[in-house]
């Protein structure tokens, strides 16, 4: 018995890295099935705040006690934590990869905010390469805090809208205050946070992160709201309401004595109610030319709602790009249409 147990171990340590490599490879496989099973699955996301909660446990205990003594850690305590790494990869996995539909739905491709899915598809992806994740994240304080606190923030942004109803800009501001409160408790003692210096620097520290946040809510899609279709359009139909001429390059003559129509259908979940604008514009030019806002756009189904905005009039040398982009009042882009016009 002893022999075939050695044996075993004698395997084990043999293919050590290999075995964690496959494992890898399954993992990365299940993330893309909870990327699957959770599209537009927003009922679940109430599972998003258990494993919040989780993730903060678990790093709470790690930081207080695992992280700390001496050099020569005991076999015990190399196993414990072994176990707490592999439990804080499955946390860190399902987390990323059921919020990467959510994000995705709410990217502007080719826009700012793609860089915020990008950075959650990576992490994604991270948590499921085992060797990288044990050795070099978790073992890097400043690695595994940024792991932390973006997961923190990304899920925050998005169960608040769903859980509570609220405005996405209010939960971009909310999620920021919520990230360095938990974020606070990993990395300084309570006695600490709650003295006068620790809540005068903890509430410091939020105004700058919500300063930020407020100078670059761009680049973070509004997500779950999302723009299912956009269209340009000649004309409107009287008795349907439908798009008539569609369109994507038109010419400067055909402008005259005409009216453009910028169709988009956007879908929130039920609970959200948020103000949206049309916003036309010029490719190269910051200043709008032409402003609509759509108050209290709220689905009532996973149709979504139209939302259509026209314009008869253009600046007197209207040739060039054209885009017409649905954000929310907050100033986060929820989709775009662009269009050109030709001499």
Excluded at 1 to 21: E, P, Q, S
Excluded at 162 to 191: C, D, E, M, Q, W
Aim: net charge positive.
């Amino acid at each position: 018995m002893k022999r075939i147990v050695g044996k075993v171990k004698a395997t084990f340590a043999k293919h050590h890295d290999k075995l964690w490599w496959a494992h890898s490879i399954y993992a990365l496989a299940l993330g893309v099935g909870v990327v699957i099973l959770a599209h537009r699955k927003f009922h679940l996301v109430k599972w998003l705040l258990v494993a919040l909660v989780g993730i903060w446990i678990g790093l709470l205990v790690f930081q207080r006690f695992l992280s700390k003594g001496s050099d020569e850690e005991s076999r015990t305590k190399k196993g414990v934590k072994i176990a707490f790494n592999y439990i804080m990869k499955n946390l860190y996995q399902q987390m990323f990869f059921f919020m990467i539909p959510f994000y995705y739905g709410a990217t502007t491709f080719g826009s700012a905010n793609m860089w915020f899915l990008t950075v959650i598809v990576i992490c994604a992806f991270l948590s499921t390469q085992d060797i990288i994740f044990d050795r070099y994240i978790m073992e890097n304080k400043y690695l595994a805090s940024f792991f932390y606190a973006f997961c923190l923030f990304a899920s925050f942004n998005i169960f608040l809208p769903l859980l509570a109803g609220v405005r996405n800009i209010v939960s971009l501001y909310l999620s920021g205050i919520f990230t360095l409160v938990l974020f606070s408790t990993l990395h300084f003692p309570a006695k600490q946070l709650f003295s006068r210096q620790g809540a005068l620097a903890l509430a410091i520290s939020i105004g700058l992160f919500l300063t930020v946040l407020e100078w670059g809510r761009r680049t973070i899609p509004p997500a779950p709201i999302r723009q299912v279709s956009s269209t340009m359009a000649v004309a409107r139909d009287t008795k349907t309401g439908k798009p008539v001429g569609q369109f994507y390059r038109i010419h400067v003559d055909d402008l005259k004595n005409a009216t453009l129509y910028c169709f988009t259908k956007i879908e929130t979940p039920l609970k959200i109610k948020e103000d949206i604008v049309h916003v036309w514009r010029k490719m190269g030019r910051r200043k709008p030319w032409f402003r609509k806002k759509f108050k209290t756009v709220h689905s009532k189904s996973e149709a979504g709602v139209a939302l259509v905005s026209a314009v008869s009039g253009f600046p007197p040398d209207p040739v060039g790009r054209w885009l017409v982009e649905a954000m929310t009042t907050g100033g986060q882009l929820i989709g775009q249409t662009r269009f050109l016009i030709v001499r």
